[in-house]
Structure formats: C-alpha cells, structure tokens
C-alpha cells in the first residue's frame, strides 16, 4: 500500500498529478481550504482508480501546530506517509505587495514558511522510518530576483534553498527529496496573464513530477528548456540585469 498526501490539492497541477498517481492504485489524502472542490476532486479520483480517497479541509496558510497537523494527517491512514506532494500557493500581485508589509509576509507565509513547516516535520517523520518522498513545487521564479515577481520569487528561491538543505541531510537516511521548478503554467492562477510558446499544460507539469519520482530526481526544470533559460537569465551581470524590464 503507497500513502501519498497532497497539499494544496485543489490547485490544477496537483489534481493533474492527483489522478496520475490514482491510476497506480495509491491511496490519496488531499488537503485544500475548499471542502467542495475536495469532494468532486475526490469523486474524479476515484473513478481514476484511487484506493482510497481521504479529504481533510485546512486552510495552509492557517496552521497552529504543525507536528499536531502532521499526526492528524497520520491519524487518517493505514500505514506510513509514503509521498507528499506540496503544491499550494498563490502568485499574488507584485505591485501591490511591494506597497504593503502586511501583504508581503502574507505572501512569504503562505509561498515559503508553510512550506519549510510541514517540510520540517515530515522530513523528521521520514528520518525515523529511513524511507519516504518529498515533492515541493518551487518554481524558475526563485532563481533569480526580477522587478516583476520578486516577492513571490523570493518565496520560492527560500523553498529551493530548503530542499536542497533537506536532500543534503537525508540522502543518508534513505529519503528522497524532489524539486519541481515549473516554467509558466496555464492554470487559474495565471488566467489574467497573456500566454505564448513558452507555456505549458499542468499536465505536462503533473507528467514531469511523476518522472522525477519514478527516476528518483533531484531538482527539475518543467518543461525541460527552462533548465537552459535559467542558466543564460543567471549568469547575466548585475550591471546589465538590473538595467532590464523582466
């Protein structure tokens, strides 16, 4: 039996991944702020073949006790926490984050400090068992700061950060730790964005994280070209960098 808990489960990449993994049989615990959208989430993943589907309601942004949270989640089902897929968040708007500090850590709470919570507590739950994977989507946004999105790139560049300190840490214990580092992705979230060549399906996403789990990856650019753009956008030179409109 796979347990695999997904969070932020309501979002388009997760539930792309979601019915991916239901196809496998695993047994699936969703958590999202929404209970509606969990029900027909989890209705749709059982006719993709889930085991068994667990909905819990939490808002992530909202979490008292995260070791309480975790022992809840354990508390739900048979056996251990197998996979965890982190995939909540939200690409708030720049400008108006910049004009308010309340806002920013709001944004940095939900985006990165949620994150390193339940990373920090699964991450000592896996060490124990010596077995377990973490996904954590990133994105190519942390990678460098730009005038458009540095808040929430920031965010994700703390994410990565983590991740790579948790992978470092617990190779030797037998737990894989994956980060997802997705390009532009056509989602609600980005429906008021205009979209081109470069951007890409959640299921193109959800394809790529499931590869990465298969083949015990480390950290992955979704599509894969973003690996190339990123490399050439941070090897710019300041003097020149700071100088452009990205």
């Known amino acids: 039996m796979t347990n695999v808990v997904i969070f932020g489960a309501s979002s388009a990449i997760a ?3 979601a019915r991916l993994l239901a196809q496998r049989g695993y047994t699936l615990l969703l958590v999202a702020r929404d209970s ?27 979490i008292e006790n995260y070791d309480s949270f975790i022992q809840t989640l354990n ?32 944004s940095l709470h939900l985006n ?5 919570g339940l990373l920090t507590v699964l991450a000592n739950q896996m060490e124990t068992k010596r077995a377990g994977t973490l996904i954590a989507i990133s994105s190519v946004a942390g990678d460098r700061g730009r005038q458009s999105n540095y808040v929430y790139g920031s965010a ?17 214990a037998g737990v894989q ?5 997705p390009g532009f992705v056509d989602t609600p979230m980005t429906a008021a964005f205009p979209k081109g060549a470069l951007w890409a399906q959640p299921e193109t996403i959800a394809q790529g994280i499931i590869k990465a789990l298969d083949k015990k990856r480390n950290t992955v650019y979704l599509p894969s070209f973003w690996r ?5 956008i941070t090897h710019i030179p300041e003097k020149i960098f700071k100088k452009l409109s990205l």
Request: proline content about 0%.
């Open 15 to 17: 539930q792309a991944s």
């Open 177 to 181: 730790v994956i980060t997802i580092k």
């Open 228 to 232: 190339l753009i990123m490399f050439v």
């Open 112 to 116: 990165a400090l949620s994150y390193i």
């Open 156 to 172: 994700k560049g703390l994410v990565s950060l983590f991740c790579q300190g948790l992978r470092n840490r617990l190779d030797k």
């Open 75 to 106: 508390d739900k089902l048979t056996g251990n926490i197998d996979i965890t897929l982190l995939a909540h968040g939200t690409l708030d708007d720049q400008a108006k984050l910049q004009q308010s500090c309340s806002k920013t850590f709001e």
């Open 36 to 62: 509606h959208k969990l029900e027909a989430i989890a209705a749709d993943l059982n006719l993709h073949g889930a085991k068994d589907v667990i909905c819990v309601q939490q808002d992530l942004a909202h």
